[in-house]
C-alpha cells in the first residue's frame, strides 16, 4: 500500500461524526510498518479495494473505517504464538483503535461480526495474530436493539430478590436423569431457599430427559415450592437447538411452568437469540459454550468482554459467563471486566445479570461478593448444592446462610457453628 493510500485509512477521531461510527480496540502483532498494517487492518474489513480501475473515484471518505489511534508497544524477534510457516523477522505489538462506520453493515449483528471478527480481521495482510479487545457502539446504533427484556432490575422486582444475589442451582447429576427424580431435587432446594434450579447447558432435549415432560414436572415442582415457601421459585429450563426450534420450545416449557429460559448463546447464534428475544414471554439466560474457544488466548481471538456485550445486546437478561477461580482459567481482571459489561451505560439497553460461575458453594461466596463488591450478581452452583451432604435442601440452605453471615458482617465460619448446613457445606467444599 502506497503512502498516501495509508493515509487515506487514518482520520482524527474529533473530526468524525461520532454517532456514526463504532469503535474497535484491537491488539495486532504486525510485520513490516505498523502504521500500514494498521491501514491494511482498516482496509480489509471496510472498503478493501476502494476504487475501480481507470474511474477517479474514491470510497474511503463514505465507507471506509480509520485508523484513530496507533501505539507500537514493543518489537518482539517473532511472533507470540508458532505459526506454520514462520515468521522469522521482527514483529510489532501495536494497540490499534478503529472508528467503523456502522452504515456499512447496519443493526446487523451477522454482518456486524463479519466485519470486525471476520476476513478482514483476521487475513489483513502484515497481521498473523490479532484479537478484538473491546467493541464501543453509539446510542444510534444501540437504539435499533431491544436488549433485555426486564433487565437486572426487572429481574429483582419480577422474582422479588432485593438487596442480596440471586441463587442458582445446576440440577446434578447433570444429564442422564430421568424428569421424575430431576424434579424431585429440583423441589428439594427449592424448599431449602434456593431461587432459580436450572437445568445444564448439556441437558436439551434428550430421549431420556424430554423437555416437554422434564419442564412439565419441573414446572409442577416450581408453583409446589412456591405454594410451601410463599416466595417465588424459578425453573430455568435450557431450550438450545437449531434456531427453527426456539420459538416452539420457548412456547411448550413456559405452557409448562417454566418461568424462564435458557440458550447456549454462541452455538446457537447471536442473531437466532435476538429473534427469540422479539417472541419471549419470559427472561432469557445466556451460557458460555463455544466462548472460551473464541477467546482464551491472551493475543488471538476477541476478548469476552467483547461478547458480553454482544449477548446482552442481542436481548439476554442473564448472562452466565466463567468465573472465579482456577477450574475457569480466567483471570480476575478479565471476569471482572465482563461483569461490568454487564451493567455498565450502555445507551437505552438496559443492564444485565451477570452470574460469574464455576466450582461455587457457600465457602466461596464471600470471595467471588468482596470481588464484585455488589449484590448485583448471581451465584450458581453445582456440586455446592446437590452434592452436599446433607442434599439439595440442605445445599441451598447453606448458601442463604452464608450471606446471612456476609450481610450482618459476620465471618462465615464463625455464623456455621450455629448453622450445621453451612458448617457441612464448608467442611466438604472449603
Not at 129 to 144: G, I, N, R
Request: aromatic share 8%; with cysteine.
Amino acid at each position: 500500500m502506497r503512502s498516501d493510500d495509508i493515509d487515506g485509512f487514518y482520520a482524527d477521531l474529533s473530526a468524525l461524526e461520532a454517532d456514526a461510527h463504532l469503535l474497535l480496540d484491537y491488539r495486532i502483532e504486525c510485520t513490516g510498518d505498523p502504521r500500514a498494517a494498521a491501514a491494511h487492518l482498516a482496509s480489509e474489513q471496510s472498503t478493501a479495494q476502494w476504487q475501480r480501475v481507470g474511474v477517479d473515484e474514491d470510497y474511503r471518505p463514505r465507507f471506509a473505517a480509520k485508523v484513530v489511534d496507533l501505539e507500537v508497544e514493543t518489537v518482539l524477534s517473532g511472533t507470540s504464538y508458532p505459526l506454520d510457516p514462520p515468521v522469522n523477522e521482527p514483529v510489532s505489538v501495536c494497540r490499534v483503535r478503529i472508528a467503523h462506520p456502522y452504515a456499512n453493515f447496519g443493526p446487523r449483528i451477522p454482518n456486524l461480526l463479519s466485519a470486525v471478527l471476520g476476513e478482514g480481521a483476521f487475513f489483513a495482510p502484515g497481521i498473523p495474530v490479532v484479537k478484538l479487545l473491546d467493541l464501543e457502539c453509539p446510542d444510534a446504533f444501540l437504539a435499533h436493539f431491544d436488549g433485555p427484556q426486564y433487565g437486572l432490575q426487572g429481574l429483582r422486582d419480577l422474582w422479588r430478590i432485593h438487596d442480596r444475589p440471586f441463587f442458582f442451582g445446576v440440577i446434578k447429576p447433570n444429564i442422564g436423569l430421568a424428569p421424575a427424580p430431576f424434579a424431585e431435587l429440583g423441589l428439594a432446594a427449592w424448599r431449602g431457599g434456593l431461587d432459580i434450579a436450572k437445568d445444564d447447558e448439556m441437558l436439551a432435549d434428550p430421549d431420556w430427559s424430554p423437555i416437554a415432560e422434564r419442564s412439565r414436572l419441573l414446572g409442577a415442582a416450581r408453583q409446589q415450592a412456591e405454594q410451601e415457601t410463599g416466595v417465588p421459585k424459578v425453573y430455568l429450563a435450557n431450550i438450545t437447538d437449531e434456531v427453527d426450534r426456539l420459538v416452539e420450545l420457548h412456547d411448550i416449557v413456559v405452557a409448562n411452568g417454566a418461568n424462564a429460559a435458557m440458550v447456549n448463546a454462541l452455538p446457537v447464534g447471536l442473531s437466532g437469540v435476538r429473534g427469540l428475544r422479539k417472541h419471549a414471554k419470559v427472561p432469557l439466560v445466556a451460557h458460555f459454550p463455544v466462548i472460551a474457544a473464541m477467546s482464551r488466548l491472551p493475543c488471538f481471538g476477541v476478548h469476552t468482554r467483547v461478547l458480553t456485550k454482544l449477548q446482552r445486546l442481542a436481548g439476554f437478561d442473564v448472562i452466565i459467563m466463567p468465573g472465579f477461580g482456577p477450574r475457569m482459567m480466567t483471570a480476575e481482571d478479565e471476569v471482572l471486566e465482563c461483569i461490568a459489561a454487564c451493567t455498565e451505560p450502555m445507551g437505552p439497553i438496559k443492564p444485565a445479570l451477570p452470574v460469574p460461575g464455576g466450582s461455587d458453594s457457600a465457602a466461596t461466596l464471600t470471595s467471588v461478593h468482596d470481588k464484585i463488591a455488589s449484590p448485583d450478581f448471581g451465584f450458581v452452583p453445582g456440586r455446592g448444592v446437590f452434592s452436599h451432604p446433607h442434599g439439595p435442601t440442605g445445599g441451598a440452605a447453606s448458601l442463604r446462610q452464608a450471606w446471612d453471615a456476609i450481610a450482618a458482617g459476620v465471618a462465615v465460619r464463625e455464623h456455621a457453628a450455629q448453622h450445621p448446613e453451612l458448617a457441612a457445606a464448608l467442611e466438604a467444599f472449603g
